[in-house]
């Protein structure tokens, strides 16, 4: 479980489903709709898989994904 409070943890999962969701359209311009993140989703995931899957983009050429990762990692306290 995350080190959020629980008020804030739907807005903070909804974020990052958001962002992944961005990140996927960007690369594949467009995702099917089993492709999607939710909310819900997210939130099942451990802190780990969750920076694990950031780690896939965090070294990306294109700089809206690349930016898009550091900030994730970052917020989900990922220290190399």
Known sequence: MSNYPNYLLSNFEEEEAYARNLILN???NKI???????????????IGTR??????YNKSENKLIKLTS???LKL???KE
């Open 51 to 56: 920076i694990n899957w950031w780690l896939n």
């Open 32 to 46: 099917p709709s089993y492709a999607v993140w939710r909310i819900m989703d997210v939130a099942n995931e451990s």
């Open 70 to 72: 550091i900030k994730w």
């Open 26 to 28: 960007e690369k594949y």
């Open 76 to 78: 989900l306290n990922y």
